[in-house]
């Protein structure tokens, strides 16, 4: 297991990022060499569900693996009940596949949502929060929300690809290429890395 270096961001992206953070600070955020070394820990990956926020076209170039596709460009709300359906799904497998190890009961799933640079992941950890607090106020579900952490990935792909992490284009062969998203945010991504199409 081979632990990438951390790249400090250059000032457009720490201004970004503290941005994001006043809009949303209710969010938590976890940092991509956090994301990366869980995901090399074959035990701690089975507990995470990553959400690519993003358009088609955005993951058409990269994405991280095995992150589930959200589309950005539907309503929050209905991106929130369907993120609601998955991280369902993934806790039921937590009883069913039972790791022999750990008592499923105690469980954490880690959800962490990534977009281009964090605002929309952002948005959609915020609508889950609202609506999960929202809905298990006095239904018996708190147990199960205090076993879901929610979490925006910081820096989002753009982040993940100025360090060189691992990514895979829509034929799930690596790439080193995201999505700019446009001209003005593409700038806080690697000139290199960028690709239209």
């Given at each position: 297991m081979t632990?990438?270096?951390?790249?400090n961001p250059g000032l457009g992206m720490r201004l970004t990022l503290s941005g994001i953070r006043q809009r949303f600070p209710k969010v938590e955020n976890i940092s991509t060499n956090e994301l990366h070394l869980?995901?090399?820990?074959?035990?701690?990956?089975?507990?995470v569900l990553l959400l690519d926020v993003r358009a088609k076209e955005e993951r058409q170039i990269s994405f991280i693996k095995s992150s589930?596709?959200?589309?950005?460009?539907?309503?929050?709300?209905e991106n929130v009940d369907e993120v609601k359906q998955v991280i369902q799904e993934k806790m039921n497998s937590f009883a069913t596949k039972p790791d022999s190890s750990t008592d499923s009961s105690t469980q954490e799933l880690?959800?962490?949502?990534?977009?281009?640079?964090?605002?929309?992941s952002s948005a959609l950890i915020n609508g889950l929060q609202s609506?999960?607090?929202?809905?298990?106020?006095?239904c018996g579900t708190e147990s199960t929300l205090q076993?879901?952490?929610l979490f925006n990935l910081e820096g989002s792909i753009f982040k993940?690809?100025?360090e060189k992490r691992p990514m895979v284009n829509h034929n799930d062969k690596e790439t080193t290429f995201v999505h700019p998203y446009n001209n003005l945010w593409g700038k806080l991504l690697e000139e290199a890395y960028r690709k239209w199409n």
């Open positions: 632990q990438q270096p951390v790249v869980m995901m090399l820990d074959q035990n701690q990956e089975r507990n589930v596709f959200v589309d950005a460009g539907k309503p929050l709300l880690l959800v962490v949502a990534y977009c281009s640079i964090g605002y929309r609506n999960l607090e929202a809905t298990s106020s006095g076993k879901v952490k993940w690809a100025n």
